[in-house]
């Protein structure tokens, strides 16, 4: 009789519990990342649409640490890169690689050393670095476009 009343609890758990905190569970979670998630979307969408003016490196760094969630590190690579917004020099040149040379040695040892853009080091993945690489290249790029023509 008792296995019986346990089965039947067992499966009234099963079928109504789990369903009712499950649906009430995500829900509330998904509110709680929205919140966390909508002020940095609110800054990207202000920051992308008025982004016209050249940057220099510092002001690319500061950029990126101004935003704490690594897609939207990588949607600001992109966005400069595609844009054509950091400006060309021998420093932004060096500054990247080593920037891309500290994301290296991150993403094998996981071993933090100090850089100009922790933040970005310290959430980096392979799509940022592929970006990076991107990024360097259309500079060096540029540079080279510049001593041609001169």
């Known amino acids: 009789m008792e296995s019986t009343n346990f089965i039947s609890y067992t499966r009234y758990r099963i079928f109504v519990v789990l369903p009712f905190v499950l649906f009430t569970a995500l829900p509330l979670i998904a509110i709680i990342y929205s919140v966390k998630v ?3 979307w609110l800054k990207w969408q202000r920051w992308s649409k008025s982004s016209q ?31 054509y917004l950091l400006i060309a020099t021998k420093e932004t040149e060096a500054s990247l690689k ?3 040379l500290e994301l290296e040695i991150y ?8 850089s100009e853009c922790p933040i970005l080091v310290g959430l980096a993945n392979y799509e940022i670095l592929d970006e990076i690489y991107l990024l360097l290249e259309d500079i060096r790029s540029s540079l080279h476009e510049g001593t041609i023509s001169a």
């Open 38 to 40: 909508l002020p940095e």
């Open 53 to 83: 003016k050249s940057l220099t490196r510092h002001e690319f760094y500061t950029l990126i640490n101004t935003f704490r969630y690594r897609s939207y590190h990588l949607r600001v690579i992109k966005h400069v890169r595609k844009c």
């Open 98 to 100: 080593k920037l891309a």
């Open 107 to 114: 993403l094998r040892s996981k071993k933090r050393i100090a």
